[in-house]
């Protein structure tokens, strides 16, 4: 079982090499606003954390993630769904 | 109040105005006064060689070419002022997609304004809801913008990476429809696509295929196909995109297809039906520009040859290449950063060298280049000046050049 807990804290070691402005990163933190994060380097993160989970996170889907608590629901969500 | 709806673009108005406050040109603003030739030009009053034009067949003055627009302009106006699916479709356009079906050995062809919309079309008509669109990561604009205009789902996978485009597609559900997008030259740093992988991979998926062969046309394959023909997948690939603004020499863009239902498309693809067509004598340019193309076995041999060069007397001189070998005409130089590459870039400008410079977000993540595209019509005489210009403009930028192994 992967719960929410464990995805959040997963997701954080993923960005934490990305974070290059070194804000805080919390529930709330903005990808594009907050950490200042160009659209392929999200894009990327979004495919390492793919990989991790062995899941798929359309492109489409991005733009209604804007904060690493989005990201965290939605990838719980789908580890979920994939049983 | 009025929100100024342009205020978001502070960052990069404060960006560009720094940049052009070291004193150099504007890379995004030359306007060419005089084109000599597909390969010289007058800007700013100075002679300079064009090395970053895309005319990779130097079909833009060819003789045949002009007189045939001329005598479009002519005999049919300057303008359809119409849809292709309404008044806008002239025998020049008939004509024009029967050269296309010609040069490709295929049955259907559809001519588009632009190649950018021949992807946004293609790319978001193909797909729909449910379906989905597997993209290479460093897929140009138009595919990532008909991706956007689709309601498909899209996955993109790393680029060339066929272990990556596997890995992506048994995610996706088995019954799903699904396709795969490719070029066969990707621009930016100018490397060809594996695709014979990644078209296997893609099939034993049960995906379509279709292949941009944008900067392939006109030089890769027996006929002139692109990389598709080259690597002998021909047989296996659904719909091939293309443009006329590169090897063609004119504008416009065209998807040929030998689906028995191609032409159901016309109907519902928008920007192929919302859009006025082509004037006539750029497609009479275009048709005769392709049949010439087909027999140009004497300028692609040449445009090899110039582009060997470059490549080469550019690595023995020490700048670090995209590509360890010429994989096309596009031949990629490496720079450090934003500000060397635009000193570099205009001190080239300044010594009648054109290229283009390239930077994030249009590059892959974090590279900046100098890029430029050869033209069968270029001299070994002008090859050899355009390597001492850069030799000279590196010193003068400060480049370190390295030594080669
Ligand atoms: C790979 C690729 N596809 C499509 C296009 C669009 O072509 P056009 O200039 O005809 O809009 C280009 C060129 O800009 C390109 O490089």
């Known amino acids: 079982m992967t719960d929410r807990a464990t995805v959040y804290a997963r997701i954080i070691e993923l960005i934490e090499p990305l974070n290059l402005k070194k804000v805080a990163l919390t529930e709330a933190t903005t990808f594009a606003g907050d950490m200042e994060m160009d659209s392929l380097t999200v894009m990327d993160l979004v495919a390492s954390m793919e990989d991790e989970w062995d899941i798929m996170i359309p492109l489409n889907m991005l733009p209604d993630l804007e904060t690493i608590g989005q990201v965290a629901d939605a990838v719980a969500g789908l580890v979920a769904k994939k049983g | 109040m009025t929100v100024d709806l342009l205020a978001k673009y502070d960052p990069l108005i404060a960006e560009h105005a720094g940049l052009l406050s070291t004193g150099i040109r504007d890379p995004f603003g030359i306007v060419m006064e005089k084109v000599l030739s597909p390969t010289e030009a007058i800007i700013k009053g100075k002679h300079t060689i064009l090395l970053g034009t895309y005319n990779y067949m130097g079909m833009t003055f060819d003789a045949d070419v002009v007189a045939a627009g001329r005598q479009a302009l002519t005999d049919y106006g300057a303008g359809t002022t119409g849809s292709r699916v309404l008044n806008g479709t002239y025998q020049t356009h008939a004509a024009c997609e029967d050269a296309l079906k010609d040069f490709y050995g295929m049955s259907h062809a559809m001519v588009f304004s632009t190649g950018y919309q021949a992807n946004l079309g293609m790319v978001s008509t193909l797909a729909g809801k449910g379906d989905f669109i597997i993209l290479d990561a460093d897929s140009h604009a138009s595919i990532y913008d008909g991706c956007k205009m689709s309601n498909a789902d899209i996955v993109r996978f790393r680029h060339n990476d066929v272990a990556d485009l596997e890995k992506r597609l048994k995610r996706l559900p088995p019954e799903a429809g699904k396709l795969v997008v490719l070029e066969g030259v990707y621009s930016m740093l100018g490397d060809v696509a594996p695709l014979p992988e990644l078209v296997a991979v893609a099939k034993a998926h049960g995906a379509m295929v279709l292949v941009d062969e944008a900067h392939g046309m006109g030089f890769f394959g027996e006929h002139g196909r692109g990389v598709y023909e080259e690597q002998g997948v021909a047989d296996q690939v659904d719909f091939v995109v293309g443009t006329f603004s590169k090897s063609v020499g004119t504008v416009g863009g065209f998807c040929v297809s030998n689906h028995p239902k191609f032409e159901i498309l016309r109907l519902v693809c928008r920007p192929y ?74 001190t080239l400008i300044e010594l009648g060298v054109y290229v283009n410079m390239s930077r994030p977000p249009a590059t892959p993540a974090g590279v900046f280049l100098l890029r430029c595209s050869i033209c069968a019509l270029h001299s070994d005489e002008q090859i050899d000046i355009v390597l001492g210009k850069f030799e000279q403009a590196a010193q003068m930028a400060q480049l370190a050049l390295h030594e080669h192994a």
Do not use: C, N
């Open chain 2, 273 to 346: 039906t919302f859009t006025a067509s082509l004037p006539p004598a750029v497609v009479a340019s275009a048709a005769t520009s392709i049949r010439k193309l087909m027999t140009a076995h004497d300028k692609r041999a040449r445009l090899w040859e110039a582009t060997r060069r470059l490549h080469g007397g550019l690595r023995a001189r020490g700048f670090k290449l995209a590509t360890e070998t010429p994989e096309s005409a596009i031949v990629s130089v490496l720079m450090p950063d934003q500000e060397t590459t635009a000193l570099m870039w205009s």
